[in-house]
């Protein structure tokens, strides 16, 4: 049986022994209380009458919402580690498997934004940087003090540490500015650092697909997921050359009923109030996935998939193939993978965004159902 640990809707889950729980996050915890104090000691800048005269009537004042995002795990003595970024401000915990214990801190910085990790030994790589530009670090553990071991312009994710060789594997993409100055992803290269020679080399890439969470086993074996670049592509070319007047007519149309409703609390569409369309808006965001810049349907996948005749059809679009890589090109392994783990024995545990399934001895077995579960690792 293998234990793993993984994050589903921005939560730790452990399964031991065929056990689920909730690990909580003791950081987030206190990082929300602590927003919440500050907000409860602001109410009276913003509360009551006095206030309500002066048109500056809200509640917490200028205290925002708290938000935190785990994005990353990696297994780490008996336990693991996490990475969390906290309103900007990144860090990095040890954590036991067991519920009672506390957290250890190993490192909390608000100069940069900890992503994925990775971890050797008493070494963890790590992407650090911002919303675009991001590079490849190394932490020494547990002192949390750091290396960069790239730079420049580019969205360097999910590093990995070789099982066989003194490297790691990432994924790399380039940026750009267009004309209006937005910044432009190009597609992730599979890439290698070779920690002993200091230097750094592509392993494969192609203009029209991301190539992302490569890992490398005992015996050189490289995995990866392979999917295409820029999101899904509509096959019928002609129902949207037809259907581009009529949703560019809605979709004016729509830009100015938001304002109405905005400022004139009263929709531009007969019959249609502004909470029936707040509510059209959270079923559509519920239906909509937005994952490392693309967009899905969860709802349309799940019934494409389980019309294709998957075991365990999940949310995410076929064309994500866990692949592995050959000496001719690669062989796809699983379609509709949005993360993975390889085991010590062998086996491969995935997510499909539905469900989590182990692969063993090419057959398949239905772990647990949980939704958009990622950061998948064996403890």
């Not at 750091?146 to 990995?160: C, H, I, N, W």
């Amino acid at each position: 049986m293998n234990d793993i640990v993984y994050v589903s809707e921005n939560k730790i889950f452990t399964r031991i022994n065929g056990k689920t729980q909730e690990l909580p996050s003791e950081r987030v915890i206190k990082y929300k209380k602590s927003i919440e104090a500050i907000r409860k000691r602001n109410d009276w800048k913003t509360s009551g009458k006095g206030a309500q005269f002066m048109g500056v009537n809200r509640s917490g004042g200028d205290v925002h919402e708290a938000t935190a995002y785990i994005s990353g795990i990696s297994k780490y003595e008996d336990g693991f580690v996490y990475s969390i970024n906290l309103d900007g401000i990144g860090a990095m915990y040890k954590k036991s498997t067991d519920k009672e214990s506390s957290e250890g801190h190993i490192t909390v910085s608000d100069k940069i934004q900890i992503r994925d990790i990775d971890i050797k030994e008493n070494k963890c790589t790590a992407s650090i940087g911002g919303s675009s530009i991001r590079n490849l670090a190394l932490f020494e553990l547990p002192s949390g003090n750091f290396t960069e071991l790239t730079e420049g312009d580019t969205k360097e994710d999910f590093p990995s540490f070789s099982k066989s060789s003194n490297t790691i594997t990432f994924s790399s993409a380039g940026l750009a500015r267009n004309q209006n100055g937005t910044t432009i992803t190009g597609p992730y290269a599979a890439m290698k650092f070779d920690l002993d020679r200091g230097e750094m080399e592509e392993l494969f890439s192609d203009e029209n697909f991301d190539f992302i969470r490569i890992k490398e086993d005992s015996d050189g074996n490289i995995y990866c997921i392979k999917r295409p670049y820029g999101g899904e592509k509509n096959e019928n070319f002609l129902i949207d050359f037809f259907l581009f007047p009529w949703r560019m007519v809605r979709a004016v149309f729509g830009f100015f009923n938001y304002f109405s409703v905005l400022y004139g609390g009263e929709s531009l569409r007969s019959n249609k109030d502004p909470q029936s369309a707040n509510t059209k808006m959270k079923q559509k965001s519920e239906r909509e996935l937005f994952i490392d810049g693309n967009v899905i349907n969860a709802e349309q996948t799940y019934k494409i998939n389980k019309q294709k005749g998957e075991k365990f059809p999940g949310l995410i679009p076929l064309s994500w193939e866990l692949i592995r890589i050959v000496d001719d090109g690669y062989v796809c392994l699983k379609r509709g993978v949005l993360d993975y783990t390889l085991c010590e024995n062998g086996d491969i545990i995935y997510s499909n965004g539905q469900a989590i399934v182990k692969i063993s001895g090419g057959k398949e077995e239905l772990i647990e159902k949980c939704r958009l579960a990622n950061c998948i690792v064996e403890l």
